[in-house]
């Protein structure tokens, strides 16, 4: 299983940013899915999960402003961010379990990706 994060960048504080997350080895449309984020010095938070049935969640402090998403044809997956703030700064990362009702831990993690806003 591979998942490669891409999308990130310095921003400037209201902009937006699309991240994408290409799985091979791995049905995005199968599993729950999900993007994480760590800042310097803080614990690793879930932003946003996904799962089988397209059921989505938000941590409180982005709700309104991400969407999770996926598009089975290229089997990638999605986090619109809009709307960014100087604290959404961090590295993202996306996670894929093996179950399809996100009750299971996150098995896989690709690489991440550093979104910076100022």
């Known amino acids: 299983v ?46 946003a999960a996904i799962d089988s049935s397209g059921i989505t969640r938000y941590a409180a402090s982005v709700k309104g402003r991400y969407t999770i998403s996926r598009d089975n044809a290229k089997n990638t997956l999605y986090l619109q961010m809009n709307s960014l703030k100087p604290e959404d700064t961090a590295m993202y990362s996306c996670a894929g379990t093996i179950d399809t009702r996100c009750r299971a831990a996150f098995a896989y993690w690709g690489q991440g990706t550093q979104v910076t806003v100022s």
Not at 6 to 30: H, I, P, W
């Open 2 to 47: 591979q998942l490669v994060e891409s999308g990130g960048g310095s921003v400037q504080a209201g902009d937006a940013l699309r991240l994408s997350c290409v799985a091979s080895g791995y049905t995005v449309s199968r599993y729950c899915m999900g993007w994480f984020r760590q800042a310097p010095g803080k614990e690793r938070e879930e932003v």
